[in-house]
């Protein structure tokens, strides 16, 4: 006797294999927040254009200082950098006076940084904050990088890493 299968089941069958069809050459642009010395990372779409901003302390001046970046196809750009302290204007070789310096400089598609050993650090994506001390020890490198990746593969992403990243990752 032959067995068949429900007729319900192979309709969600062809929708399923028509949505990979349909997800697979649509393209996302993620914004990749890893710890290089952990296995830690972190991944969130992001619109072209987007902006998101680094915030730390300057340990030399103790002194706030704001990077702002603006997110591109393939490309993370230094538009801005924000302090109220001249003292770290003139350690970052700006000469013009005020609070913000706008720079617009290409930093191409990924650059680190290390996770202070005492200051707070955080990074901005719209109305998510990553605090940077929770993705590992201080001292860690930390790369953030710009990726064009498929929408199907960043859904499955979403799906297989359903972690608990409310220690990270806070919404005001």
Same mark, same amino acid.
């Given at each position: ?26 393209? /996302?642009? /993620? ?14 779409? /992001?619109?072209?254009? %987007?902006? /998101? ?12 200082? #704001? %990077?702002?970046? #603006? ?7 230094? #538009? ?14 700006? #000469? ?30 719209? %109305? ?34 359903? %972690? ?9």
């Amino acid at each position: 006797m032959k067995q068949r299968i429900p007729p319900l089941f192979a309709w969600i069958g062809v929708f399923i294999a028509a949505g990979g069809v349909f997800f697979l050459p649509m393209t /996302v642009t /993620v914004l990749s927040v890893k710890n290089l010395d952990h296995p830690d990372s972190f991944y969130f779409k /992001v619109d072209p254009s %987007e902006r /998101v901003s680094l915030c730390y302390t300057n340990s030399m001046y103790d002194a706030p200082v #704001e %990077e702002i970046f #603006e997110v591109r196809k393939g490309d993370i750009v230094l #538009e801005a950098v924000r302090t109220d302290s001249p003292a770290v204007m003139e350690y970052y070789g700006f #000469e013009g006076s005020g609070p913000v310096q706008t720079i617009n400089r290409s930093l191409g598609p990924a650059f680190s940084i290390q996770t202070s050993m005492r200051q707070d650090q955080s990074l901005s994506i719209g %109305e998510r904050t990553i605090d940077l001390h929770a993705l590992g020890n201080p001292g860690d490198r930390v790369q953030i990088s710009v990726e064009d990746v498929s929408l199907a593969s960043f859904l499955l992403s979403r799906l297989i890493r359903h %972690e608990d990243t409310s220690g990270a990752i806070k919404k005001p």
